[in-house]
Every structure is written in C-alpha cells, then in structure tokens.
C-alpha cells in the first residue's frame, strides 16, 4: 500500500481514530550531515532520545558511524538495526552505572569497547566484566553544571572535583586509551554551558597529570522550540573548537559529541484528534503517557497546527491539552495556539516530536498506537533550513504501516 499525502493529507484522507507518528528522514538525515560536516570531531547519535531502528539506520547512511548506546537493550537494537543494512557501527557504552552482566555482553558478544564510569567501583566493575582487558576506552564522566538547560543533568552522575584526581590516574593505568566525558543537560540555551564544562576539563586534567586520548564534550544540543529559540549550532561548535584546543591535550587527543535531541527532534510529529472541547480545554487522543511527556511534566511547548482543508480567518487563542487516559496528571498546559473555532473532530498536528516523543510514549491505560507514516513535507521547524516558515509543504508521501 502506498500513498500520496502531508500531513494535511493524513488528518484529511485517512482520519484515523489513534494517533500517527509522522516521520521525515530527510530532516534527521539533513541534522546529521550538519553535524558531521561542521563539528569540529566526531558525532556520536545518543539512541535514547528516539530508539527508531528507521531513524538509526537513516542517520548512519547520513554519515553518523558512532553510537552513544546507555543499556543492554539499546546495543543489541543498534547491532540488529544496521546488521539489517549489512553495516557496523562503533558503539559506546556511556552509562555511568551499567549492570556487570550487561557490560560483559556488550563486550564479548558486541565488540564494544568503550565504556564511561564515574566512580572507582565501576571502572573494577568494567575490568572484572572484560576479564581486565586490555583495549579499552575508558570515559570518565565529570559533573558539571546544568545551568544554562532547560533540564538538569547534573545532580545523578559525574565525578566531583575531590575524586577526580585519584579515578583519571587509576583509570588511565587500566584504559588502552583515557576520555574524559560531562553532560552540560539538555537542550542548553548557551554555548557558555559548554565552554564552563571544557574549563572543569582543563582543571581535572592539569590535577591529575593524566594524558588523555578523547575529550567527550556529551549531548545538550537544543533543538528549536516554542519560547526556546537558541542562537545557531554553529555557536556552540565554535566555542567548543576553542575551548578544546585552549586544552593541554588537544594535539593528542580526539574530539567527539553525543548529541541525541539535536539529531532526532526534526524526525517526527504527532497528528492528533480532538475528542471533546471544554472551553479553551481540549481532550486530545495522546497525551502525558504518550508522546506527551515533556509538555506535561516540564511544561514544554511544542509547536501545532490545526490541520483543515480550508485556512479559516480565526483569530488564534491558547488552548490547554488532556490527553486521553482516566489521569488528571494527563495535562498539557500549554499554551498551544490554534484557530478560536477549533472543535471536536478536528485534527491537529504537533510538531518537534521527535526526541523523547515516541521513546517515552507507554501503553497506559490501553491507550498507545504505533500507526507510522512518512512524509515529505518539511518539520514545523528548523534549525539546519530556514525554508520552513511560512510553514513547508511539498505533497508526495510514501506510506507507513
Ligand atoms: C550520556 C548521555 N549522552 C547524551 C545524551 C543525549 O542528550 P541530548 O538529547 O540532550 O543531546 C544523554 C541524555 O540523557 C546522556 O545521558
């Protein structure tokens, strides 16, 4: 079965009476060229943020060869996934806290080599796993702060000054070869994030007297949003290249990134159905336990579109979300702006989903669809083309499932 249809096409043509993920390859294969063409070192995709085997497969044709892989489940579906293509990525480890069995599975079935830890106990949890092995790349995860994102990845792992000393000089005895990685949180708003990160690196070098062989400048790349416009990509690239060569160990060591919200949140977008309206509230058939999760529990904002044959003249207003689970909790606040008028029955399509969308999205309460269809009119936004606004369109696409 194949098709011809946008995402007008889809609400119009097809009215289904579930959710539809609708997802756009060429945006995550246009992300991932721009990372590979302008960071200035090597991009590895973070699966946790979309763990699509079509996306993971469409960003390693694009040019993304490196995984950033957090658990058991997540290395097996990278191996299976590009096995399916006839292809080999290189996977890395970066959990700081993995289970023993988990690494030793990863290692000796998978070939994985690179592993990250935090604490002395985890790098002799890696070496007993491997049975000390001898070729590994061993990333020591430093804390730093999470001040400049939208959300905080810094209270739960990273080594703190005190202890770094004494983990990177025990860790470069056991490693064939020394990273040093961080996490400055997600969707960061300033490339100042990374360039305080770098400086703990320098210090967490220059204290230890270690060589080190990567420099792991993590995820946190933003991706466009509404009230959360960022300055572009090629800021925050240009203050990493600086603070990376600035570092005592730049002529010796490489550079890499772990980006996984920048890579995937252009993949896809969600159509919705309207069931009820009540007032400026309306019940719509995904939600908190869907594809909803940031815009319920961080109060996010995703950008949205009433999607009607005829562009009315209603004035726009904002409106809040229910999802569609027996959960008060299920409640998007918003708010989301559509036409006045906009009423049970309507479809709506909200964009920007791809990152931690579809990846957090269970089946609670028997509400969950799997329903996938591609099309080829451009993501609701941008930040690697400025042809989207006033809003895309092309028309051909081919179907889902
Ligand atoms: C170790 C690690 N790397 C990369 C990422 C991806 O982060 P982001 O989606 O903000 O780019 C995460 C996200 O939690 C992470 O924990």
Not at 188 to 201: C, L, N, T
Not at 329 to 358: N, R, T
Not at 362 to 389: C, H, Q, R
Request: glycine share 8%; with cysteine; hydrophobic share 45%.
């Amino acid at each position: 079965m194949h098709k011809h249809h946008s995402a007008l096409g889809v609400a119009t043509a097809l009215k289904p009476a579930a959710p539809v993920t609708l997802i756009r390859p060429d945006a995550a294969a246009r992300a991932a060229r721009f990372f590979v063409e302008k960071f200035p070192g090597r991009s590895l995709y973070a699966v946790k943020a979309n763990p699509s085997p079509d996306l993971i497969r469409t960003l390693y044709a694009a040019g993304i060869t490196h995984f950033d892989v957090a658990s058991i489940a997540e290395v097996r579906l990278v191996a299976d996934s590009l096995a399916a293509m006839g292809a080999q990525a290189k996977l890395c480890f970066m959990h700081p806290v993995k289970a023993e069995e988990a690494i030793a599975e990863a290692y000796h079935r998978y070939g994985v080599r690179t592993f990250s830890l935090d604490s002395m106990d985890e790098l002799e949890k890696i070496m007993r796993a491997t049975g000390d092995a001898t070729d590994l790349e061993l990333c020591v995860r430093l804390r730093v702060s999470s001040e400049h994102s939208e959300l905080s990845l810094a209270s739960k792992f990273g080594a703190e000054p005190g202890e770094t000393r004494e983990l990177l000089m025990a860790t470069r005895q056991a490693a064939d070869a020394l990273g040093i990685c961080f996490h400055v949180g997600s969707q960061a708003m300033s490339p100042q994030a990374y360039s305080d990160a770098i400086e703990r690196v320098r210090a967490a070098i220059v204290e230890a007297a270690v060589t080190v062989d990567i420099i792991d400048v993590g995820g946190g790349f933003p991706s466009v949003y509404p009230g959360m416009e960022p300055v572009a990509l090629e800021h925050y690239f240009e203050a990493i290249h600086r603070g990376f060569e600035s570092l005592p160990v730049s002529y010796s060591s490489e550079l890499w990134c772990e980006p996984g919200r920048a890579l995937s949140a252009e993949y896809s977008s969600v159509v919705v159905r309207v069931e009820r309206r009540r007032g400026n509230e309306l019940y719509i058939n995904d939600g908190a336990y869907g594809a909803l999760f940031d815009a319920a529990h961080l109060g996010w904002r995703f950008p949205v579109e009433l999607l009607r044959d005829e562009a009315g003249i209603e004035p726009m207003e904002g409106f809040a979300f229910y999802g569609p689970t027996c959960d008060d909790m299920d409640h998007m606040v918003g708010p989301f702006m559509l036409p006045a008028d906009v009423q049970a029955g309507d479809y709506i399509e909200i964009g920007m989903l791809g990152a931690y969308g579809a990846a957090m999205r269970t089946g609670f309460n028997g509400f969950t669809s799997d329903a996938t269809i591609e099309v080829e009119d451009e993501p609701m936004a941008s930040l690697y083309t400025e042809s989207v606004t006033p809003r895309r369109r092309a028309t051909i696409i081919k179907l889902g499932k």
